[in-house]
């Protein structure tokens, strides 16, 4: 084999140093070009991420209202409820809790009236229809539910 000259060396060694600076230039470009790729996706990500949050907030407002009008309908019917206990508790005091549920059918019909004695004698008129009558005091409550013709209520 042939000695190799400085010269030839030279260019030897400058072409393989042009080649690698080739390759590094040509890596160096695909490096950015993936780097410019994943800023875009970066930016893409973060939209969508800002998109998402937008949308969960907008989510949890509608389901925040949800609940709340929920809530809303509860306490109303809570509150028709709790006047509805009051009514029992008014006629439990007053001693129909033993009464036939006929009759307690009767009194249900009339139990939003106010207590005055034009309805107390409504309600005794439709109690005389089913065989029943009871009496009122000066506060315009009901007592004293009995059969018609019974004394009282444990005649009933």
């Not at 080739?22 to 875009?40: F, N, Q, R, V």
């Not at 509860?74 to 009051?86: F, L, T």
């Not at 009339?110 to 309600?123: A, G, K, R, S, T």
Request: hydrophobic share 35%; net charge negative.
């Amino acid at each position: 084999m042939s000695k190799e000259s400085k010269a030839d060396k030279y260019l030897r060694e400058r072409n393989e140093m042009m080649t690698t600076l080739a390759e590094a230039h040509g890596e160096i470009g695909e490096l950015k070009y993936l780097l410019d790729k994943s800023e875009t996706a970066r930016k893409s990500i973060t939209g969508r991420i800002e998109d998402f949050k937008s949308d969960v907030a907008s989510a949890l407002k509608s389901i925040t209202d949800h609940v709340e009008n929920i809530n809303s309908k509860v306490r109303s019917e809570m509150k028709a409820i709790e006047g509805i206990c009051d009514v029992i508790d008014d006629w439990t005091q007053l001693g129909i809790e033993d009464l036939p549920q006929y009759v307690l059918d009767v009194l249900n019909q009339f139990h939003e009236l106010e207590n005055d004695y034009p309805n107390c004698e409504l309600v005794i008129t439709a109690l005389n229809q089913i065989g029943w009558t009871a009496d009122y005091d000066l506060g315009a409550e009901l007592y004293n539910f009995r059969k018609i013709g019974a004394t009282n209520e444990k005649d009933a």
